[in-house]
């Protein structure tokens, strides 16, 4: 007996809050905030010291991903023979299909250059059937906007700054023993 009523009271208690608070975002207007650890879209890294895209093209996040939606073509990089770059192959052409993405992050995890983050970007309507098929162009434009937002780095970078921030913490305890 003493259940049913505390039943109740938690029924009476959630319907009276739902009726002085909407209980859904009316989407289109208004936008709720995305979490910083949402995973969107894959995108596209740029590499801004050098300018030009992380992604090599070595087809290791192609050839992973489970539902082969990617596809994409390299070529030899301008800049590796001028001596601006130490990549000696850069991407010439990539392309996700959205729809048959399903967001499982594998292609981040297996990439070895950074090359490929999940964005936050989520809203990909369009009415063309081939509409959610996105190429280069789009991918690093999203991934621009993706560090710029969460003022991304590299994780290999990220290491290498701890690895040093290590090495001198080792160097200052054995210089004080």
């Known amino acids: 007996m003493l259940g049913g009523i505390k039943g109740m009271m938690v029924t009476i208690r959630s319907t009276l809050n739902g009726l002085r608070r909407p209980v859904t975002a009316q989407y ?12 969107g879209f894959p995108a596209l890294t740029w590499d801004y010291k050098i300018d030009e895209p992380f992604c ?12 082969l939606c990617m596809s994409a073509t390299m070529k030899d990089n301008p800049l590796q023979q001028e001596g601006k770059s130490t990549r000696k192959k850069i991407v ?8 048959r993405c399903i967001l499982c992050g594998i292609c981040v995890e297996v990439c070895n250059f950074d090359a490929i983050v999940m ?3 989520h ?4 009415y063309e059937r081939n509409g959610d ?35 001198e913490a080792a160097a200052t305890s054995d210089s004080g023993a």
């Open 123 to 126: 809203e990909m309507s369009v």
């Open 133 to 167: 098929r996105v190429d280069l162009e789009p991918l690093l434009d999203m991934g621009k906007q993706f560090q710029q937002d969460t003022a991304w780095v590299p994780p290999s970078e990220l290491a290498k700054k701890s690895g040093a921030k290590a090495e």
């Open 28 to 39: 289109p207007k208004q936008h709720l905030p995305i979490q910083a650890r949402y995973m």
């Open 56 to 67: 090599t093209a070595c087809m290791v996040c192609i050839r992973n991903c489970p539902t």
């Open 119 to 121: 964005s936050h970007e």
């Open 92 to 99: 010439d052409t990539f392309e996700i299909n959205l729809n």
